[in-house]
């Protein structure tokens, strides 16, 4: 059984910063890519950022490029989501996962899920 636990997320002025954590349980992180997905109150969940096993490749949704980066450190089990120039419109809760394929924005390719963290950005 593969946990993820997500942390980092909090309140922020917009044009702020946050650095959302994911910690993996289990001995074969770097086998999997990963991804972070986010869900707004009445809206259904989406695609914000994956990675793939080997830190290699990654995979952006176009309402975050250029402001968020996805990163990852095996020798931690850890992937993050660092986020820059945050908007109102990017108040979510956070969800990262991890792929049974690969670095994909599809969430039904994801099997395991963290709890969330909450990101609230203020205008």
């Known amino acids: 059984q593969v946990q993820l636990v997500e942390s980092g997320g909090g309140l922020v002025q917009a044009g702020g910063s946050l650095r959302l954590s994911c910690a993996a349980s289990?001995?074969?992180?770097?086998?999997?890519?990963m991804g972070w997905f986010r869900q707004a109150p009445g809206k259904e969940r989406e695609f914000v950022a994956a990675i793939s096993g080997n830190g290699g490749s990654t995979n952006y949704a176009d309402s975050v490029k250029g402001r968020f980066t996805i990163s990852r450190d095996n020798a931690k089990n850890t992937v993050y989501l660092q986020m820059n120039s945050l908007k109102p419109e990017d108040t979510a809760e956070y969800y990262c996962a991890r792929s049974r394929t690969y670095y994909s924005i599809n969430p039904n390719l994801y099997d395991y899920w963290g709890q969330g963290t909450q990101v609230t950005v203020s205008s």
């Open positions: 289990g001995r074969t992180f770097s086998s999997y890519a």
